[in-house]
């Protein structure tokens, strides 16, 4: 009886998380008693895949912070690398979190395992140096967006552009109202979304200079409510707690929600920390502001390797500003609420110019559906036939 085919793989967030559960899907399209093992989420675990290790271990950011943390990063990566080397799996594929999965990988390389790693570092943004390292990691490189394969293919690293999976998940229709109805809100209401990330760090340096913003903005627009997604039971507890520092808990104006995208679909603009909702925001093609907002020493050193005039993927992927950026010490309630009520106020021309931006969020939308999910699976599939 032939074994069912194995597949090594690790998450270390919410967005690997939703990666790596599409990805599994795709793949048991294919090998339908396929197994998972190693570290994902609540949604890789609800499909199957046995997490050795809570997903939430592997979640820290920035050069500084994880020095904390390493002796138990440490173990987690020797934990890991016993179980794929005395039981190969097919191949192992590392989602994101690029300094714990390209160490992995490149052990695991060493000891004959195929090695995959979705989603590129931002070899592109700083540190290029570690080509040169990732190509001792890895056998296949696999990109979610077009830019990000030339410098693979200048190194000689196998790559495959796929495309985001949100890009073909995310349809072209505005389902605007219905989902405002799930947050008992009118058509006619004036709705802001804040969503200052999902990390402990994140909420603590962008959520109280979101929420400030939004009370200042209060005294111009009464009308508005607004909307702050939780990431987990964490992330509710950390912000009902600066609610009612502010004293704003319980209010009308304040509202949790669970889901996201829903709360982005349901809002009129939508206020953000750098990273992957930027890019659904920009699906949904609500206009933005994107905040970025590190831990003084961590900027210090990312600030002098930044390779790129910009930390947003809406700006990134348009190679020009789309959307207006308020990074470290720039991000400050007063600047943030003057773009809420800019946004509030426009009319005529600053109207249409809302609607150009958005056009260029439909272009840059229709670009990344190039298949996500399904395509990674397929050149996964190629890597194994090959060996």
């Not at 160490?103 to 570690?130: C, D, F, M």
């Amino acid at each position: 009886m032939t074994q069912p085919l194995r597949f090594g793989i690790v998450a270390g967030e919410k967005s690997g998380d939703m990666l790596g559960a599409d990805l599994i899907k795709a793949l048991r399209e294919h090998y339908a008693d396929a197994e998972f093992f190693g570290i994902g989420g609540p949604a890789m675990v609800a499909l199957g895949c046995r997490s050795l290790v809570p997903m939430d271990r592997l979640s820290v950011m920035g050069f500084v912070e994880p020095l904390g943390r390493l002796p138990e990063l440490l173990r987690i990566k020797h934990k890991l690398e016993r179980a794929f080397i005395e039981n190969p799996p097919a191949a192992f594929i590392g989602i994101d979190s690029p300094d714990f999965n390209l160490r992995l990988e490149t052990k695991l390389k060493q000891n004959k395992i195929k090695t995959v790693h979705y989603v590129s570092p931002s070899v592109w943004a700083y540190r290029a140096g570690r080509i040169f390292k990732i190509k001792r990691a890895v056998d296949l490189m696999l990109t979610l967006f077009p830019f990000e394969t030339a410098i693979y293919d200048e190194h000689e690293v196998p790559v495959a552009c796929v495309g985001h999976p949100l890009a073909d998940q995310i349809s072209f229709d505005n389902d605007k109202g219905q989902n405002r109805q799930q947050f008992n809100l009118a058509d006619g209401d004036r709705v802001v979304a804040l969503l200052p990330g999902s990390r402990r760090g994140e909420i603590k340096r962008l959520a109280p200079v979101f929420i400030a913003a939004a009370i200042d903005s209060l005294q111009q627009f009464p009308e508005l409510k607004f909307i702050l997604p939780v990431a987990g039971m964490e992330s509710k507890i950390q912000l009902d707690e600066l609610l009612l520092s502010f004293n704003i808990l319980g209010k009308d104006q304040f509202q949790l929600a669970e889901n996201s995208q829903a709360a982005m679909s349901a809002s009129d603009m939508v206020l953000l920390a750098s990273g992957t909702a930027t890019l659904e925001a920009m699906l949904l093609r609500r206009p933005m502001v994107v905040c970025y907002k590190l831990a003084p020493i961590t900027y210090a050193i990312a600030s002098r390797m930044l390779q790129v005039p910009f930390v947003a993927l809406p700006n990134l992927l348009a190679g020009k500003e789309l959307v207006p950026e308020y990074v470290q010490k720039a991000c400050t309630y007063e600047a943030l609420s003057r773009e809420i009520s800019r946004f509030m106020s426009r009319s005529g021309e600053s109207d249409s110019m809302y609607h150009k931006v958005l056009s260029e969020f439909e272009v840059i939308h229709r670009g990344l559906r190039l298949g996500g999910s399904v395509k990674a699976a397929q050149e996964i599939m190629n890597l194994i036939r090959v060996s």
